[in-house]
């Protein structure tokens, strides 16, 4: 099994940035993929970024290209999601998960076995 815990979620301007952290223990894999998604009331669950753990290479919404940075620290096992430039419609439950079964990037929810809790980002007009 593999434990998520989310944090850094928040009320925020639009314009303004927040840290999302996700701090990853139990289980560990040879290969996984951690990602970041998205979910506002009444829409289906977004891909936002996501990470592969062995090469670090990063991936993106093409909402978020250019705005959004995800990265990771290997001694804490977490993973960040730096947010500028936030806009009201970014308004989310934001959702932190692992893939361990794919050698790629998948930016389907369903294929993630593993999920935290989910934080909180307001984004204020």
């Known amino acids: 099994q593999v434990q998520l815990v989310e944090s850094g979620g928040g009320l925020v301007q639009a314009g303004g940035s927040l840290r999302l952290s996700c701090a990853a223990s139990g289980r560990t894999f040879r290969s996984y993929t951690m990602a970041w998604f998205r979910q506002a009331p009444g829409k289906e669950r977004e891909f936002v970024a996501a990470?592969?753990?062995?090469?670090?290479?990063?991936y993106y919404g093409d909402s978020v290209k250019g705005r959004f940075t995800i990265s990771r620290d290997n001694a804490k096992n977490t993973v960040y999601l730096q947010m500028n430039g936030l806009k009201p419609e970014e308004t989310a439950v934001y959702y932190c998960?692992?893939?361990?079964?794919?050698?790629?990037?998948?930016?389907?929810?369903?294929?993630?076995?593993?999920w935290g809790q989910g934080t909180q980002v307001t984004v204020s007009s």
């Open positions: 998960a692992v893939d361990h079964d794919r050698s790629y990037v998948s930016y389907d929810w369903h294929n993630y076995s593993y």
């Open positions: 990470i592969r753990w062995s090469t670090s290479t990063t």
